[in-house]
């Protein structure tokens, strides 16, 4: 079957801009070539043209919510919210996610496995791929106890963690420390003793699966590091007085290899009510802390991947990881890294590595184009000019985009 080519002014292969033209070759659902310089198309390929255009890797968020609809309280609504509902809101989030240039997401924290099941039923080409957690481990009445995934002791973590490993998951999500929009649970204490989280990552590890943990307060950061995760969500380290990353421990968690998703990005055109900001505040959880976290995390050389957080409430709609690469590059963070932390690097922590995250030939057809120059300026994300999933423009992504 003949192929389609698409051609663009530069290209940001995953790790670096290219100028001066390039063409990137499609076959089915990978690429075949990419050729740079304004080189011509194997005779009969159709061939797009974007002539101020930059052409990246398809973009991955690597922290989501697919059950949580992005209203009020989204998660908190999951508790009641019916069964039958789930694969509506899944769907409809991972559209909305396609129309922003994202062609992989990390979901970590559906209800009781609801995103693994969907997974599992559908096989689709023309909506992202999806890595998942299933239902978050979390201590007895911890953060988000009503997603499913409460546990204590080690006997019971170690079976909660046989049972996410049953249902499929690609990753285990443990919550280390209490979270803003649970109460009764402290964003400023762990959840969990060192022999239960110890536990959960033995347990993990034995069944293959990285563990992540989501982590606000300084004990739970240093805990989960401490046990060996291989992942931390958030990382404010928060404590009584405040929230700010040591300089010293940015440098052992930099030193650790292990990845940190600062989940920066709201979308500027939603107030947040006052009484989220005021629970926030309360966690020393202020935009400014967020950014100064994130700004010591990537001097100190951490591993930072891209995640939004996406579908907690309207502030953070499903497709807003734009904004977090927008957010990152004001956090002082270079273009080129904020870019490479939602591609490439985001493909390595989601175990993508060999197929996803970089513009290769040999690596699957999910790319994006932009108007524009991203590394010049971050905002061009906001405006996709194509979307291609497994070498296609899905039909309704985008108006007048078909191929």
């Not at 499609?26 to 194997?42: E, F, K, N, S, Y």
């Not at 062609?103 to 997974?119: E, I, N, P, Q, S």
Request: charged residues 20%.
């Amino acid at each position: 079957m003949t192929g389609h080519a698409v051609r663009a002014a530069r290209l940001f292969d995953g790790e670096r801009l290219v100028d001066g033209g390039v063409l990137v070759l499609l076959d089915g659902c990978r690429i075949t070539d990419v050729r740079r310089g304004w080189a011509q198309a194997p005779e009969g390929w159709p061939v797009r043209e974007h002539p101020d255009g930059t052409l990246l890797p398809g973009l991955i968020d690597a922290h989501v919510h697919l059950c949580a609809d992005a209203g009020p309280d989204a998660l908190g609504r999951l508790a009641e919210r019916p069964d039958a509902d789930l694969d509506t809101v899944v769907e409809a989030s991972l559209r909305a996610h396609l129309a922003a240039g994202v062609t992989t997401v990390r979901d970590l924290g559906d209800r009781r496995g609801a995103v693994l099941r969907w997974r599992a039923r559908e096989v689709r080409d023309d909506l992202p791929t999806v890595v998942g957690s299933g239902a978050p481990i979390t201590s007895v009445g911890g953060h988000c106890w009503w997603l499913g995934g409460e546990a204590s002791g080690v006997d019971g973590i170690r079976e909660a963690v046989r049972r996410q490993a049953a249902a499929g998951a690609d990753l285990l999500k443990v919550m280390a420390s209490g979270g803003v929009f649970t109460p009764g649970t402290d964003t400023t204490r762990p959840q969990f003793t060192d022999q239960e989280l110890t536990a959960a990552v033995t347990q993990a590890h034995d069944f293959g699966l990285p563990v992540t943990a989501h982590a606000h307060a300084l004990s739970a950061v240093e805990q989960a590091l401490r046990v060996g995760v291989d992942g931390i969500e958030h990382c404010t380290c928060v404590t009584a007085t405040g929230a700010q990353v040591p300089e010293e421990l940015a440098d052992r968690l930099a030193t650790s290899g292990v990845a940190v998703c600062a989940t920066l990005g709201t979308d500027p055109a939603v107030i947040t009510p006052p009484e989220v900001v005021e629970m926030a505040a309360r966690a020393g959880l202020s935009e400014a802390a967020l950014r100064a976290a994130a700004a010591t995390l990537h001097r100190a050389g951490v591993r930072l991947v891209a995640g939004s957080d996406a579908g907690l409430g309207p502030a953070k709609p499903h497709g807003i990881l734009p904004e977090t690469l927008v957010e990152y590059v004001a956090s002082g963070i270079p273009a080129t890294a904020a870019l490479a932390a939602a591609t490439s690097v985001g493909a390595e922590v989601c175990g993508l590595g060999r197929s996803k995250g970089r513009v290769r030939a040999g690596f699957d057809a999910d790319l994006l184009v932009v108007h524009g120059d991203p590394t010049s300026d971050m905002t061009v994300l906001r405006r996709p000019l194509a979307v291609y999933v497994n070498g296609a423009i899905p039909a309704g992504t985008l108006p007048g985009n078909t191929i």
